[in-house]
Nanobody
Framework: QVQIVESGGDSVESGGSLRISCIIT????????FGWVRQAPGKEREGVAA???????SYADSVTGRFTIYKVKTKNTLYLQMNDLEPEDTAMYYC????????????????????WGQGTQVTVSS
């Protein structure tokens, strides 16, 4: 049974940093693509970062240069390092996975992912 559990969400001030993580069990990290998807109240889900089989990455324009996605296979864990946080980054952040990895230009589309965690809340105050 696949389990995806996010943690690390917190309340921080604008300009601060936070690292959220996602422990994955029941599947092989090296054979899946992963993404971080966020959803703010009243807004649609938005893919912010994704990583492919061999480590290629993709970022939304709004977080490029501030967020870094990476995975540690030996720990079956996915991370999202977030720097220079802005109030607009406030959202529930979800870790998502798929074994049917699409072409990289679709990695940020939430509909491409089939396995989801419960989310971790990130709140950035001005």
């Amino acid at each position: 049974q696949v389990q995806i559990v996010e943690s690390g969400g917190d309340s921080v001030e604008s300009g601060g940093s936070l690292r959220i993580s996602c422990i994955i069990t029941g599947l092989t990290v090296g054979s899946h693509c992963f993404g971080w998807v966020r959803q703010a109240p009243g807004k649609e889900r938005e893919g912010v970062a994704a990583i492919g089989f061999v480590g290629g990455t993709s970022y939304a324009d709004s977080v490029t240069g501030r967020f870094t996605i990476y995975k540690v296979k030996t720990k079956n864990t996915l991370y999202l390092q977030m720097n220079d946080l802005e109030p607009e980054d406030t959202a529930m952040y979800y870790c998502a996975a798929t074994a049917q990895c699409p072409w990289s230009d679709r990695w940020l589309l939430p509909k491409e992912y089939h396995l989801w965690g419960q989310g971790t809340q990130v709140t950035v105050s001005s």
